[in-house]
């Protein structure tokens, strides 16, 4: 038995892909890690697996017949079933833009081919971590957010606030030490671990989604900016 899944669940991922070869592959390696595997070759195929299925993870390729992995990842988030789905992107280009966009439909995390085995193993260990649902934790609460972490869920002035897994844990720390200034490592560090190399831009991508996703229309911001600094939860 790998290390980690002993008397618990194994975790499943779906591994969206239409090399075959590459398909062949995963599936070796995230089994042979303890994982379970579910496999669809195209976009539309992912959308029906997922919604059957259900896995913890999504692995999910960039370029796809039918649907693209960009629009698999909008439709995924769009579903109020697999809003907190982890995806991590697997793209084939090694354009910023293209990495900024992976992130910016909605992907918790990106890999760009080719890539080592061990290093999206660890990518996705990271994200099933930051994804797991502590039932424990009690609540936590800045101005009018509140945060239910026995639940997982977040409000504002009452409002349902939906975040990713990793706006979420972003969030959580951010709420657990109201109006202290993080720097983007910092955060990387706390959010991410550090076992996980993560561009710094990237601690940048998911500030903007948690900035849109808990400032309504008309409300105050509340993640300050601090320049050179980094970032805090605050009124100011
Ligand atoms: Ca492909």
Redesign the pocket.
Known sequence: MPDGFQGGTRPSILVV???AALLTLLRYNLEKQGFRVEEATDGQEALLRIAESKPDLVLL?W??PSLSGIEVCRQIRRRPATRDLPVIMVTARTENMDTVRALDTGADDYITKPFAVEALLARIRALLRRSAVVAEKGSLAFGDLAMDQGAHRVTRGGRPVHLGPTEYRLLEYFMSHPRRVFSREQLLDAVWGRDIHVELRTVDVHIRRLRKAINGEGEADLIRTVRSAGYALDTE
């Open positions: 892909e239409d090399e390729d370029m796809l």
